[in-house]
C-alpha cells in the first residue's frame, strides 16, 4: 500500500507540473492511464477489500467506522474528479490548451489526494499493521498483485 502511495505522489506531482503550464504529451498520457485505470483500480481495492477487512478485524474503540466514512466519502468525490481531469488532459493532447478552470480543478484534485493520502498514511495504515495479520493480508495482497 505505502508502495502505491508513492506512486500517487509522483503523480500528485506530475499533476502541479501540468497545472504550472508544463506540457509533455507522455506525461500527460500516463497521467491519463494513472486517472482512469490505475487510481480507479486503487480506490475499488480499497472499497471493496480493505475496508471490509479492517471492518472485521478492528475493536469498536479502534473508531474504523469514522474513518472509514471519510475515506469513503473522498473516494466518491475523487473518482468523478479524476475522469474530469483526465478529460482535460485528453482535451489538451488534443490540441486544446489547459483552460484556467481546468488549471484550477487540478491544483484542487492534486491537494484532494495529498490530503487523502497524509490522512491514510498517518491514520488508516498504522491501524491496519496492528489489526491486519499477515495470514489475512496474504490472500488480499495476491488478488492485488492479480489485478496489475
Same mark, same amino acid.
Given at each position: 500500500?505505502?508502495?502505491?502511495?508513492?506512486?500517487?505522489?509522483?503523480?500528485?506531482?506530475?499533476?502541479?507540473?501540468?497545472?504550472?503550464?508544463?506540457?509533455?504529451?507522455?506525461?500527460?498520457? +500516463?497521467?491519463?492511464?494513472?486517472?482512469?485505470?490505475?487510481?480507479?483500480?486503487?480506490?475499488?481495492?480499497?472499497?471493496?477489500?480493505?475496508?471490509?477487512?479492517?471492518?472485521?478485524?478492528?475493536?469498536?474503540?479502534?473508531?474504523?467506522?469514522?474513518?472509514?466514512? +471519510?475515506?469513503?466519502?473522498?473516494?466518491?468525490?475523487?473518482?468523478?474528479?479524476?475522469?474530469?481531469?483526465?478529460?482535460?488532459?485528453?482535451?489538451?493532447?488534443?490540441?486544446?490548451?489547459?483552460?484556467?478552470?481546468?488549471?484550477?480543478?487540478?491544483?484542487?484534485?492534486?491537494?484532494?489526494?495529498?490530503?487523502?493520502?497524509?490522512?491514510?498514511?498517518?491514520?488508516?495504515?498504522?491501524?491496519?499493521?496492528?489489526?491486519?495479520?499477515? +495470514?489475512?493480508?496474504?490472500?488480499?495482497?495476491? +488478488?492485488?498483485?492479480?489485478?496489475?
Amino acid at each position: 500500500m505505502f508502495a502505491e502511495h508513492q506512486r500517487q505522489r509522483q503523480a500528485v506531482d506530475l499533476l502541479l507540473r501540468v497545472a504550472g503550464g508544463e506540457f509533455d504529451a507522455a506525461g500527460f498520457r +500516463r497521467l491519463i492511464r494513472f486517472l482512469t485505470k490505475d487510481l480507479i483500480q486503487h480506490i475499488e481495492d480499497e472499497d471493496a477489500e480493505l475496508f471490509p477487512l479492517l471492518r472485521a478485524h478492528c475493536r469498536a474503540d479502534d473508531d474504523i467506522e469514522s474513518m472509514l466514512a +471519510r475515506l469513503s466519502a473522498e473516494h466518491d468525490e475523487g473518482r468523478p474528479l479524476a475522469l474530469a481531469v483526465a478529460e482535460d488532459l485528453e482535451r489538451a493532447l488534443g490540441g486544446n490548451p489547459l483552460t484556467d478552470p481546468a488549471r484550477r480543478k487540478i491544483k484542487s484534485f492534486a491537494a484532494a489526494i495529498r490530503r487523502h493520502l497524509a490522512f491514510e498514511n498517518a491514520a488508516l495504515l498504522p491501524l491496519a499493521e496492528v489489526r491486519l495479520t499477515a +495470514r489475512v493480508v496474504a490472500p488480499w495482497a495476491r +488478488r492485488l498483485s492479480e489485478r496489475r
